[in-house]
């Protein structure tokens, strides 16, 4: 059978309403080893029929055969590994690709065969020094002549074997002396055992041929046949590759890297695009990984300051809203706050006694609130000693005299630089305690001023929360608060300490349940710090989600950035695509290296808005202590990895757009 078999192929094309039959009942048989002319004035069909032959068209009827193989049977990939193993195209123009090099031009169709780097960088220089371009290795196809450049398709069209070289108009572009050349080269690979399909215009270029086939109007109108004298000599060419590519992974391999190096080498032909685009891949990347860090560092700051203050107590205070009106809520009495140490889970009981007062220093005099401290005092309020001692021990048994200041109250009373340790104050209760709570025998209400001895100044722990009030604070022995300034019994509030092996929620439940027992009514409010603290979290949750979700919007403007980008590279690069396609790329091939390329567009631009989100964070660091701002490892892994997905995502239409396109089409596009 003949190696190229065609039945009445038939191509037309539809111009709106009109139909163009640009090839109208061809049939045609080509052995091995011919060297055929098609000929015939333009606009006859010899395009059309040639791309129908080198299978980047399909005809729209009639059968054709290439080695046997029904060609209408094959899928695009098959097409392409056709056109990948078997032909090798020379265009008229040329058709190199403007930023590769010579010895890259012809390398190339070996990259979709899967040939590894070495190799076909040996056998493109190999056939470029066979070509007479030995010196012209590195030369872009713009430093290169006409014939120069002719000669590296040439070369490329031999890369992965050739077998077929389908030629169209390869002289139409060239000067007298070079088409000369050219002729003789495409006649010497003739001799060596490639068959040669060249179609021209040009009745001298086609005298060069053993077979002219005359095409008028899309029919076949003169054909003298291979003279008897020409035996095709055999079946393949005599310079076969030397080198074949690999299995499945292998080739993956090479695609890989070649797609990655070409998509670098497209991001640097247009450093400006991609630099923009780039910006708000890492504009997006940045603020996501910025203010996510910033909130976690805003929310673990006030979350472990809160939960400090909060978890371990349950406060009980006197009153209820929901009481009937009327109804005096009553005070706790010793024994019923006694009768809840029992309770399990409860580690103690902390009586909350406070009061203001008047106090006085020489000349100065200031408006305090007195507080009852115990052991535990200092801890539950997230105070620090900053000077002197806290109440001991002796203190509270011996009801001592003494009191401890916040800084508030003892700027209020102290000069500045003063040290208040040791001195005396005066403390005036001002206001007589409630007379009827008094217990009887108790000692009549102080009316003059007491003096106290300063022992030790405490101040907030630091964090966003404190018990600081408006006035200043004072801390007396809770014993001493209560002989001496406050002597009633009861208490109007205390809180309850947990030691948290038992759920805050059920102790709770427990004390409810006692003094609502004790009182005959539910005249008293509690509260749980736990559960409060969980709706809290829920929320301070919900809106670090808010402020991550706003950020990632920019991410996803980012985004829809790069492919708007990679949709204009796409269309200003059909016909590289064209190219790519026409010397043996699978479409899958097209898809991968434009993904690619956004995926790297999309890393480059991650990598510097990871690298502006972790200076933020350094420059937050340094310009205060409160809020210690961290971006883990984790979270830089997570941003590249996010922005590699983005890459993936917005990459997807532009890819599967340039794989889509036909290989004739993207080849006509200039
Ligand atoms: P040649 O290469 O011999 O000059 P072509 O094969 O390019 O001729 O074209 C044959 C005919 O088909 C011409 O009439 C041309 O106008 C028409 N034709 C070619 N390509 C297209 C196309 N893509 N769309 C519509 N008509 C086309
Ligand atoms: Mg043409």
Redesign the pocket.
């Known amino acids: 059978m003949a190696l190229i078999e065609l039945k009445d192929i038939a191509r037309h ?3 709106g309403e009109i139909d ?1 039959p ?2 109208d009942g061809v049939s045609l048989s080509i052995e091995a080893g011919e060297f055929v002319a098609i000929m ?12 129908v032959l080198g299978c980047l068209d399909n005809p729209t009827s009639g059968s054709f055969h290439i080695d046997g193989q029904d060609a209408s049977t094959l899928g695009a990939d098959e097409l392409a590994a056709l056109r990948r193993e078997r032909f090798g195209f020379i265009f008229q123009r040329y058709h190199l690709l403007p930023h590769l090099d010579a010895r890259a031009n012809a390398a190339l169709p070996a990259v979709y065969a899967g040939v590894g780097q070495a190799a076909r960088g040996d056998r493109a220089r190999a056939l470029l020094e066979r070509l007479g371009l030995g010196e012209r290795l590195h030369h872009r196809p713009n430093e290169l002549s006409g014939g120069q450049q002719q000669r590296v398709s040439i070369a490329r069209a031999l890369m992965n074997g050739g077998q077929i070289i389908l030629a ?1 108009e390869p002289t139409g572009a060239l000067d007298s002396a070079s088409g000369a050349e050219m002729l003789r080269l495409v006649r010497e690979l003739n001799d060596r055992g490639h068959t040669i399909i060249l ?1 021209t ?1 040009d009745a001298t270029v086609a005298a060069h041929a053993r077979r002219v086939i005359e ?1 008028r109007d ?1 029919r076949v109108v003169a054909d003298n046949g291979t003279p008897a004298g020409h035996v095709p000599p055999c079946e393949l060419p005599s310079d076969a590759p030397p080198v074949q590519g690999g299995g499945p992974l292998r080739r993956l391999q090479v695609q890989w890297r070649e797609a990655v190096a070409t998509a670098l080498l497209a991001l640097k032909g247009n450093r400006l695009r991609t630099a923009l685009s780039m910006l708000g891949i890492s504009i997006g990347i940045a603020s996501v990984v910025s203010i996510v860090a910033l909130t976690t560092a805003a929310r673990a700051s006030i979350e472990t300051d809160l939960s400090s203050l909060i978890s371990g107590r349950i406060p009980v205070w006197r009153g209820n809203p929901s009481l009937p009106p009327g109804v005096v809520p009553q005070p706790f009495r010793p024994h019923e706050i006694d009768s809840l140490r029992a309770l399990d889970g409860v580690k103690g009981i902390t009586l909350n006694r406070q009061m203001q007062l008047t106090a006085r220093h020489q000349s100065r005099d200031a408006m305090l609130e007195a507080i009852g401290g115990d052991a535990n005092t200092l801890k539950a309020r997230k105070l620090k000693l900053v000077e002197g001692r806290y109440l001991n021990a002796m203190d509270f048994e011996s009801r001592s005299q003494v009191v401890v200041l916040d800084e508030k109250s003892r700027d209020a009373l102290f000069k500045k630089g003063e040290s208040a340790v040791g001195k005396l104050v005066f403390v005036n209760p001002g206001m007589a305690p409630d007379a009827g709570a008094q217990l009887p025998g108790a000692p009549p209400p102080p009316t003059a001023a007491l003096p106290f001895t300063v022992v030790g100044v405490v101040a907030p722990e630091g964090g966003a929360f404190s018990f600081s009030g408006w006035l200043g604070q004072l801390y007396l022995p809770h014993t001493t608060f209560s002989r001496k300034l406050d002597a009633r019994a009861d208490v109007d509030n205390f809180d309850v300490l947990l030691d948290l092996t038992v759920p805050p929620q059920q102790v709770r439940e427990q004390i409810i349940h006692r003094l609502k027992a004790l009182h005959g009514r539910e005249d008293f409010g509690t509260w749980n710090g736990e559960e409060e603290f969980r709706k809290f979290q829920n929320v301070t949750g919900a809106m670090a989600a808010l402020f991550a979700g706003v950020a990632a919007i920019s991410l996803l403007v980012g985004g829809v950035g790069v492919m708007n980008i990679m949709l204009v590279s796409v269309s200003e690069r059909t016909r590289e695509i064209g190219i790519r396609m026409a010397i043996g790329a699978r479409q899958g091939d097209v898809r991968l290296q434009f993904l690619i390329e956004a995926v790297v567009l999309c890393c480059l631009g991650g990598l510097v808005g990871v690298a502006l989100s972790w200076l933020a964070a350094q420059g937050v660091n340094a310009a205060q202590q409160q809020l210690h701002v961290n971006i883990s490892w984790a979270a830089l892994g997570v941003a590249f990895a996010v922005s590699s997905g983005v890459g993936l995502v917005f990459g997807t239409l532009p890819a599967r757009r340039a794989a889509a396109l036909s290989p ?2 993207a080849l ?1 596009r200039e």
């Not at 015939?40 to 791309?51: A, P």
């Open positions: 094309y539809q111009l163009v640009a090839l015939g004035q333009s606009g006859s069909g010899k395009s059309t029929l040639m791309n169209d179609v215009h095409l899309g004739v089409d006509a």
